[in-house]
């Protein structure tokens, strides 16, 4: 493997790292920015992940986009 081709699949995991700690240590509430904007991250890893050719992109943009509903407001009916 290349530097550039380990680059496409170690830099999402470090980024994704840093979200959720970021999550943890600020407390952030929901918000449809942050939410939308992990939404569209996962979309284009999951579209580079086939243009590559590299699984690991798949997997990573797939928990990118769940872990992006914790950013979306939850209505609650009692």
């Known amino acids: 493997m290349s530097i550039t081709s380990d680059f496409y699949v170690i ?5 994704l790292v840093f979200i959720i700690l970021l999550v943890y240590i600020v407390k952030i509430k ?3 920015v942050i939410g ?3 939404l569209a991250i996962a979309i284009f890893l999951i579209i580079l992940s086939f243009i590559l050719g590299k699984p690991a992109l798949f997997y990573i ?4 986009s769940v872990f992006s509903l ?3 407001p939850r209505r609650r009916r009692w």
Do not use: D, E
């Open 11 to 15: 830099f999402p995991l470090v980024l």
């Open 70 to 72: 914790v950013f979306f």
């Open 61 to 64: 943009g797939f928990f990118v």
């Open 36 to 38: 939308f904007s992990l």
């Open 30 to 32: 929901s918000n449809l």
